[in-house]
């Protein structure tokens, strides 16, 4: 796989997770985590879904918000460094350079550029140092 996980801005969050929890629960997803305004970058709420503990389909209201956000899996921490580095010079916009995310888990290392159009990309290692 090369998608780590994946998410969208919705409109009402609250009607979101609802509808998403009913919907997602005969294919064995369910929600994973959930975080809040003081865990997010634009301040709003966001809820993962997935089978088992990772979650992988995220769902986030709070703005302003891109339109869509993949996140792409690397294999160490200098993949995400010179993803980071090749997406700025190819076009990208800053939106949180490499580092630890330990919000997430303690060794959530991941880069966040705004593509061309707009989007939310990460490129993520899980693995430690």
């Known amino acids: ?61 709070g703005g302003p918000s891109p339109q869509m956000h993949i996140a792409l899996l690397a294999e160490d921490r200098a993949q995400v460094d010179a993803f980071y580095r090749a997406a700025l010079e190819a076009g990208a916009t800053d939106n949180g350079a490499p580092g630890l995310r330990p919000q997430y888990h303690p060794d959530y290392y991941g880069a966040f550029v705004i593509d061309p159009e707009g989007h939310n990309l990460e490129a993520v290692c899980h693995g430690p140092a």
């Open 1 to 61: 796989m090369i998608i780590d996980h994946i998410g969208f801005a919705v409109g009402d969050y609250e009607k979101a997770k609802a509808f998403y929890t009913a919907a997602l629960a005969p294919l064995g997803i369910a929600a994973v985590m959930e975080v809040g305004p003081e865990q997010t970058a634009h301040g709003g709420h966001a809820i993962g879904f997935g089978r088992g503990f990772k979650p992988e389909f995220w769902i986030a209201t």
